[in-house]
């Protein structure tokens, strides 16, 4: 529904929620390992034992999870992107400047 909401303009553009869906990946890979040392360090200064621990534990853990995401996404994961491209296009252009050169041959 929100798809389809979405295709006919009814709802606002947000940019940062675009740039978290674009750095999702990075997220996700992210995630685990940041849960891990969050984890070992809250319980290590924190008591765990309360609603609003919980609640302030994972606002932390989300906060950090994007902090480290998004510098990821934008560094590596469209650096690495953007070569792979230019690599892909200058093979496209290679295959294609072979195969125009066997036609013209034969």
Partial sequence: AFVALERRGRLPYFAFFAL?????????????F???FGKRI??????????????????????ASLAVALPLYRHLEMTAGRRLTAAFRQLQSRSRSVADRTAISK
């Fill in 20 to 32: 978290i869906g674009d750095a999702s990946y990075s997220l996700y890979l992210v995630q685990g």
């Fill in 34 to 36: 940041v849960l891990g």
């Fill in 42 to 63: 809250w319980q290590h200064f924190m008591v765990i034992d309360s609603v609003v621990s919980h609640v302030i534990y994972g606002t932390l853990i989300l906060s």
